[in-house]
């Protein structure tokens, strides 16, 4: 077959696959051809092909104008110094601008036999769904599996499969992490440095999503400062298939290929799993925040048609606008630049691939045609490449700007400048609580760490505005500790299948703390001020201590001064025995500690 057929048609454009088309066999064979005229180099191969395989059909000239208008600018306090020329090269060369990669034949040939977990059994239709769809939109290349003997340099990563939430569909993960066996040295995560590591930037660039939320609220402190009766609107939107438009150099996509039935498959695009594909992708989704935050002129932006599509609500009535929640300026939080120009500032937050839009009602839309525009013009706008779903894809696009919004999982109001733990997660939590119950009782095995784990990092996402979610599972967190600390090296099945029973007070604790968890979207207990979650200068100095019989404070500038007796904590069900001193312990009563009143 090699030396006749027509290589040709697979450098021809790809029509938009059909909702139901079965992967193109012809296509995988026709493509082992041409990797064996290209003597299984791989890379040639990639080259060869171009279309959406490589960037060569982008406008990288344009590109690179708009980095050189912004290039000088000087990023806000906390916001990172973006890398604009790294970002275009590995943007129109392919990421990671560098990497050395090597493991043994025996390694490459185990983890071809290796056996598939139950899970991925179980998915095993799902996964050929996600391949056939894939494969369909160029985002991988599929091989007649038998060909990882002759592609010199493949490693073979694992496929796992992974849930969100409550969603029943899977995810897809490509695992190149875990170790078969003792002895295996393909796991191509442990070859990838950390991220920012010294003198390794082009292998997996520095990361600063970890301050996207904190960066979002000051912007919106700041935003309420400038415009103290003004209606502030979001609105949230992510990168379509994020990881997928970053492409893999060429010469490097082999380190994550994997098997899977008769194929191989070898991935274009970075994939979802390697420890360098949230770095490699957020060099361009930082260069989309750069390009918003400082393009000189944002009138002179094209209109872009989802952000002419947007929806404004009603502006609030005079009296509403009264009652809008204030902020207080300072040395740290003056207010935005330019409030009162046509062209004021502008901030976009990125958490890899999720972004939100915030501004006043009068600059809004222009706000949210920046944020379009930009990312158009670091992913490709929908012309340059029409048979994949656009970077902002419009069916998945939110079309109403509001003063609420959910934003990496939190619902975020800015009329009263808070930030709420959102109902379902409290719902989640004590479902899950109502289900430790169940595993706890009497006749139940116990519950296992992974289930443990499940609620204590549910609690761990709520921890910024519910802090009291911390407290109560201090003592379980110590006890998940205490056990995972004496589990066996290989851990993995000990995680899911050993069986924990927890103590009466753990209990209690968690029972205090499901009883907690109202419905009331505005309870105190599950929401937090804005104000109190980002930096600013003191305006009063407070003085408190916890006693041998209560707690207080008091302020000579307020002034104020308040005391909570021994009595009254007792009245607020919190327990204290009498005594809150440790020196005093008895061994025969179950007594409090004064450490409790400190953390309060």
């Known amino acids: ?228 009766q003004e209606e502030i609107l979001q609105l949230a939107d992510d990168v379509s298939a994020a990881f997928h438009r970053i492409l893999y150099h060429p010469a490097l996509a082999i380190v994550f290929a994997a098997v899977w039935k008769t194929f191989l498959i070898i991935p274009v695009g970075t994939i979802f799993g390697a420890k360098n594909s949230p770095s490699i992708y957020m060099e361009a989704g930082e260069a989309r925040s750069f390009l918003v935050q400082h393009w000189p002129d944002p009138t002179s932006v094209p209109p872009q048609d989802l952000a002419q599509d947007v929806e404004l609500p009603q502006a609030p009535s005079a009296s509403s606008r009264q009652v809008l929640s204030p902020a207080i300026a300072d040395r740290q939080n003056p207010g935005i630049l330019h409030p009162d120009s046509a062209c004021p ?112 990092g549910l609690i761990r996402h709520g921890a910024i505005v519910a802090p009291v979610g911390v407290f109560h599972t201090l003592r379980l967190q110590f006890l998940l500790n205490d056990a995972a600390s004496k589990a066996p090296s290989q851990s993995r099945r000990w995680w899911s299948g050993r069986r924990l029973r927890l103590p009466r007070p753990i209990l209690q604790e968690l029972l205090r703390l499901a009883l907690s968890i109202s419905q009331d979207i505005h309870d105190p207990r599950w929401m937090r001020p804005i104000g109190l979650l980002v930096p600013r200068d003191p305006t009063h100095v407070l003085k408190s201590d916890a006693s041998l019989d209560g707690m207080g404070a008091w302020s000579s500038e307020l002034p104020h001064m308040w005391r909570l007796s021994i009595h009254d904590l007792e009245s607020s069900n919190l327990p204290t025995r009498g005594r809150h001193n440790p020196q005093y312990l008895d061994a025969n009563v179950s007594s409090g500690h004064i450490n409790v009143l400190e953390f309060f």
């Open 1 to 228: 077959q090699a030396t006749k057929l027509n290589i040709l048609p697979l450098c021809k454009p790809r029509p938009a696959p059909a909702p139901d088309e079965p992967t193109d066999l012809a296509r995988v064979q026709l493509m082992a051809v041409a990797l064996l005229r290209f003597n299984f180099n791989y890379a040639d191969l990639i080259r060869w092909l171009q279309g959406p395989y490589t960037a060569a059909h982008r406008n990288w000239s344009t590109l690179q104008s708009h980095f050189d208008a912004v290039s000088s600018a000087t990023p806000p306090p906390g916001w990172p110094n973006v890398n604009l020329s790294r970002t275009l090269k590995m943007l129109s060369e392919g990421a990671p601008l560098a990497g050395h990669f090597s493991c043994s034949w025996h390694s490459v040939t185990q983890r071809n036999l290796h056996p598939l977990s139950e899970p991925l059994k179980a998915e095993a239709s799902s996964v050929d769904e996600r391949l056939r769809k894939e494969e369909k939109l160029s985002y991988h290349i599929l091989l007649p599996r038998f060909l990882f003997r002759f592609i010199y340099g493949i490693h073979l990563c694992l496929f796992r499969v992974a849930f969100k939430n409550n969603d029943t569909k899977p995810r897809l993960c490509v695992d190149p992490s875990t170790p078969i066996s003792p002895t295996d040295d393909g796991n191509t995560n442990s070859q990838i440095p950390d991220p920012g590591a010294d003198n390794r930037v082009l292998e997996n660039p520095p990361i600063f999503y970890g301050t996207a939320l904190k960066r979002y609220l000051i912007w919106l402190w700041n935003l309420r400062i400038s415009y103290p």
């Open 345 to 456: 500032e502008f901030r976009l937050p990125s958490f890899v691939d999720d972004s939100c839009t915030a501004h006043i009602i009068r600059f809004i839309r222009l706000a949210i045609n920046m944020s379009v525009w930009a990312a158009r013009l670091i992913f490709g706008f929908p012309h340059e490449d029409p048979t994949r779903p656009p970077c902002i894809n419009p069916d998945k696009w939110i079309r109403l700007a509001h003063h609420l919004v959910i934003f990496l999982g939190l619902l975020i109001d800015t009329r009263n400048m808070v930030v709420i733990w959102p109902l379902d997660k409290r719902k989640k939590l004590k479902t899950l609580l109502l289900d430790l119950f169940v595993q706890q009782s009497p006749k139940s095995p116990g519950s296992t760490p992974k289930f443990i784990a499940r609620i204590l």
